[in-house]
């Protein structure tokens, strides 16, 4: 099984930028076959998706609302997935996690069905 650890979150100003790591751990020789995905959850919101990046490392999906200011990269050498945030604003703030699946799909359709959540790192943007 592979475990998911994010880091890099962090306090911010609006339109600053940020660089979100997602780590696998454990059983990660099939993690590169795997779709990766990011997702945030806002203080009394439900979660919601933000961005996902699929085994074959130029296939990306992005929320409407991230278009044009976060990217998606992954380093399957390294076993880690990349959220890039830019041109932040005060919306952005959540706690943004990650999780992963072998069809993307799941992650940009169906991540309710998602188990294994980690603990998430935490993004605030100041206005």
């Known amino acids: 099984q592979v475990q998911l650890k994010e880091s890099g979150g962090g306090l911010v100003r609006t339109g600053g930028s940020l660089t979100l790591s997602c780590a696998a751990s454990g059983r990660t020789s099939s993690f590169s076959m795997y779709a990766v995905g990011w997702f945030r959850q806002a203080l009394g919101e439900e979660r919601e998706f933000v961005a996902a990046?699929?085994?074959?490392?130029?296939?990306?999906e992005f929320a409407d609302f991230v278009k044009g200011r976060f990217t998606i990269s992954r380093d399957n050498a390294r076993d880690v997935v990349f959220l890039q945030l830019n041109s932040l604003k005060p919306e952005d703030t959540a706690v943004y996690y990650c999780?992963?699946?072998?069809?993307?799909?799941?992650?940009?359709?169906?991540?309710?069905?998602?188990?294994?959540w980690g603990q998430g790192t935490q993004v605030t943007v100041s206005s």
């Open positions: 990046i699929n085994w074959r490392r130029g296939y990306t």
């Open positions: 999780n992963a699946d072998p069809d993307i799909r799941t992650l940009t359709s169906s991540f309710s069905l998602l188990r294994n």
